[in-house]
């Protein structure tokens, strides 16, 4: 059984930077995507971005390129996400998912508990 | 870009039968997966592929393509349906995925 469990709630000002991390146990951690989704109050998922930890290959939202990176670490089977130059807009729970891959690339069978970001001055 | 489409909110008595449709270019060419969110958890995975359920999913659950519509069919309605659902595809240009809006089902 696959676990994504992520870091904990963060309150951040705008302008400034944010990481949050998700750590994987269970199943084969650098085999398949991993990828970020975020859910504003009231509002529906969005995809961001993701990376293939044993490749290294990222994928970024067009919406997030510039200011988004994902990395993995391997060793400790954890993934990152940074978002830079955080606006009020940025407020949302974040989510990390892994995808199932191949053929069937978005679709994602293991979610992380969320975790909240706020923004504000 | 590839928009998805979705019915913001559908209502079904308890025990009835409720279709929730996703509709986008891109599912001529790709199957959509379907996520189940109930307030305040994260998604769940409920659907996905040609009519694929993981493991621990009711059989209540089932789908169906056709053209640029997929359909999320619930088979006698229980309670602890009642939740947003939200179908996933691909932008047909980017080949990114993109979620639908999302689709509020009320059990009455």
């Known amino acids: 059984q696959v676990l994504l469990v992520q870091s904990g709630a963060e309150m951040k000002k705008p302008g400034s930077s944010v990481t949050v991390s998700c750590k994987a146990s269970?199943?084969?951690?650098?085999?398949?995507?991993i990828t970020w989704v975020r859910q504003a109050p009231g509002q529906g998922l969005e995809y961001m971005g993701r990376i293939i930890p044993i490749l290294g290959i990222t994928n970024y939202a067009q919406k997030f390129q510039g200011r988004l990176t994902i990395t993995a670490d391997k060793s400790t089977s954890t993934i990152y996400m940074d978002l830079s130059s955080l606006t009020i807009e940025d407020t949302a729970v974040y989510y990390c998912?892994?995808?199932?891959?191949?053929?069937?690339?978005?679709?994602?069978?293991?979610w992380g508990q969320g975790t909240l970001v706020t923004v504000s001055s | 870009s590839s928009e998805v489409t979705q019915d913001p909110a559908v209502s079904v008595a308890l025990g009835q039968t409720v279709r929730i449709t996703c509709q986008a270019d891109s599912l001529r060419s790709y199957y959509a997966s379907w996520y189940q969110q109930k307030p305040g958890q994260a998604p769940v995975l409920v659907l996905y592929g040609k009519n694929y359920r993981p493991s621990g999913i009711p059989d209540r659950f089932s789908g169906s393509n056709s053209g640029n519509t997929a359909s999320l069919t619930i088979t006698g309605a229980q309670a602890e349906d009642e939740a947003d659902y939200y179908c996933n595809s691909r932008d047909s240009s980017s080949s990114q995925p993109v979620f639908g809006p999302g689709t509020k089902v009320t059990v009455l």
């Open positions: 998912a892994r995808d199932r891959g191949g053929l069937h690339l978005g679709t994602y069978d293991y």
């Open positions: 269970g199943g084969t951690f650098s085999d398949f995507p």
